[in-house]
C-alpha cells in the first residue's frame, strides 16, 4: 500500500461579502456616525471611536459601554456589553 499523505494548502481568507455591503444607518445611529451608506464593520468601528472619544467606557469594567443621550436610543437602554454592541447596532443598518 502507499502511504498517502494528504496536503492542506492554506488559502487567503475571503471577506465575507454580507459584511461589506454598504448599508444605510437609522436616524438614531446617523446621529452617531453620519447618514452615509456605511458597511457593517465600518459602522462598528465608527462606533466605537465615539465611545473612546466620549470616555463612555464603564470605569469599573472596560466592557461595558455607558450610553450618553445619542447611544442610548440606538441601544435602548443605559449600559451595554461590548459583546451586545454588534448586535444592537445591526437592527439599525438597513
Known amino acids: 500500500m502507499e502511504n498517502m499523505e494528504t496536503t492542506k494548502t492554506k488559502s487567503a481568507r ?3 461579502a454580507a459584511f ?3 448599508m444605510t444607518p437609522s436616524a438614531e445611529l446617523a446621529d452617531v456616525i453620519g447618514a452615509n451608506p456605511i458597511a457593517r464593520t465600518e459602522a462598528v468601528k465608527l462606533v466605537w471611536d ?3 472619544a466620549n470616555n463612555l467606557q464603564n470605569p469599573a469594567n472596560k466592557r461595558n459601554i455607558l450610553a ?3 447611544l442610548s436610543k440606538v441601544f435602548g437602554k443605559d ?3 461590548m459583546f451586545e454592541l454588534t448586535g444592537l447596532l ?3 443598518l438597513n
Do not use: F, L, Q, S
Open 79 to 81: 449600559e451595554v456589553t
Open 90 to 92: 445591526g437592527k439599525h
Open 14 to 16: 475571503k471577506p465575507n
Open 68 to 70: 450618553d443621550a445619542k
Open 20 to 22: 461589506m455591503k454598504a
Open 50 to 52: 465615539y465611545i473612546k
